[in-house]
């Protein structure tokens, strides 16, 4: 019996860590882009998986859930497109959330560069994440610090508002907050967890959806260790 449990347990993770790092879909969720051409050099990678050439409608849409620019492009049979977000929002200052809808199966992919030389320790990328997204996630480690700059970045995946409730644990299981917050549909919240936890302390996350589904990933940065890192989070 004891066999089976571990069995049954490593499957359940091997499918679990296969839908966060799915390799094809045909409906894609990027959580985060910034259009910033003073400050930012962005672009949005989206590669053919079954060499088909596929065609892709692509939404960009603010934090809050407006659309703020689309286009439409074709991938070339075994090839990827490699574009600039601000193309399709005019240039305009934007953060928020792109939409990938493809006629084939792709990946996508989001890469992030800062201009200035000083800030390049700051340069990451971002899986995509294939919609309609979940309505659980866990949030494998967070810190809460004051001199780290951390985040929990929560993007609606299903065209619908979502209410999350996020709780979270040191690392002995011990709860030390909650949040309860609003997604807009097609948008995204941001949660930094010394909001809610008030202390210094590492733990998990816990995420629970409800009237829409959500991706999310985690953003933890420290200009004093020069760093940078986007972690998805697992989700049900």
Known sequence: MKKIHIVLVLVAVVAFAGNVFAQGGRNFVINHFVSDPSVIDAHLVITDVDGKGPTVAI??????????????????????????????????????TVHIAANGNVVAEYWQFYKKNSESWKNTTAIGYIAPGYSKLVCPHFVSDKAVEAYLVLANSDGKDATVDVKFYDDNGRELGKAHELVKANGKAILKPMDYVKAQATGVAYITASNGKVTGEYWQAESAKQYQTVVPMGGL
């Open 59 to 96: 939404k960009f849409f603010n934090n809050d859930g407006k659309l703020v620019g689309e286009g439409k492009e074709i991938i070339q049979p075994f090839g990827k497109l490699n574009l600039n977000p601000g193309k399709y929002v005019n240039n305009a200052v934007v953060n928020g």
